[in-house]
């Protein structure tokens, strides 16, 4: 494909693609929160949709278009630590927790 025909428009990409819910095709605020917010992949990551600002307009290539499902859908990877990040609630239990197993000798 040449360089021209390989970039879709917002409006290109949303009448590939089918809506959910009773809607006949994804709605343009969908696929722009897809650039701009990104969507949570399977294993708790964000995934952007990666596309090029054109004057008032985004423009996204298909190869990107495709690699941005194919992540969405990626089993998540096991094997990956989890995130290192707690809720102050998550954090405070599992102080109270060590201190606990401390106090018993552990």
């Not at 970039?7 to 605020?29: K, T």
Request: proline content about 7%; charged content about 25%; aromatic content about 4%.
């Amino acid at each position: 494909m040449s360089a021209d025909t390989d970039l879709l428009s917002i409006s290109q990409i949303v009448a590939r693609l089918p809506g959910s819910r009773g809607a006949r095709r994804v709605h343009p605020a969908t696929v722009t929160r897809w650039i701009l917010a990104g969507c949570p992949a399977r294993d708790g990551r964000r995934v952007k949709l990666a596309a090029t600002r054109a004057g008032s307009r985004w423009l996204v290539r298909e190869s990107d278009l495709q690699a941005f499902f194919e992540a969405l859908a990626a089993a998540p990877n096991m094997a990956a630590d989890p995130p290192a990040h707690r809720t102050p609630t998550a954090s405070k239990r599992a102080a109270e927790a060590a201190a606990k197993l401390q106090r018993m000798g552990a």
